[in-house]
């Protein structure tokens, strides 16, 4: 159990320093000498305010359902975890249609395929084996750091 929480304690924090700092390594990497660059050079979904914002909604309930998967894994409690996998990131009739607004055929896809990961996810939780549980939970991350750092609201 104690090499579980040290393995997605370890995923969560190279996940969220990814996120945390993609921004401010593409802003380094763009610099010149001393000056540096606030050009956010991700496409723009070009959504209105109210979209963005439940757009921004959806993906903190996201973050909390994988914390939630995360704690429920450290506690071998696999079905609640498959539940939360499902009902929260997995592809929910809402959240086809909420992909299916955006006029970014790439980026319906990119959700599409989060979406299809959580199901993946939620069906591989059922099995109660940790390392592909840890994989798939991987493979369902990778779509938000992808996603982050291609596209802005």
Request: net charge neutral; hydrophobic share 40%.
């Amino acid at each position: 159990m104690k090499r579980i929480l040290i393995a997605v304690s370890a995923l969560i924090g190279i996940v969220g320093f990814n996120w945390v700092f993609a921004d401010d390594e593409k802003m380094h990497m763009r610099s010149h000498h001393h000056e540096m660059s606030v050009i956010d050079t991700r496409t723009s979904l070009a959504v209105s305010p109210e979209m963005k914002q439940h757009q921004l909604s959806n993906m903190r309930e996201h973050v909390v359902a994988i914390k939630s998967i995360v704690g429920l894994m450290s506690e071998n409690k696999f079905e609640e975890a498959s539940k939360i996998a499902h009902a929260k990131l997995g592809l929910t009739s809402e959240m086809e249609a909420m992909c299916g607004m955006f006029n970014n055929d790439q980026f319906k896809t990119l959700g599409l395929a989060f979406h299809k990961s959580g199901d993946d996810l939620g069906n591989v939780l059922q099995t109660k084996d940790v390392n592909a549980s840890l994989r798939a939970l991987n493979k369902t991350m990778q779509y938000c750091v992808d996603c982050h750092a291609t596209y802005r609201q």
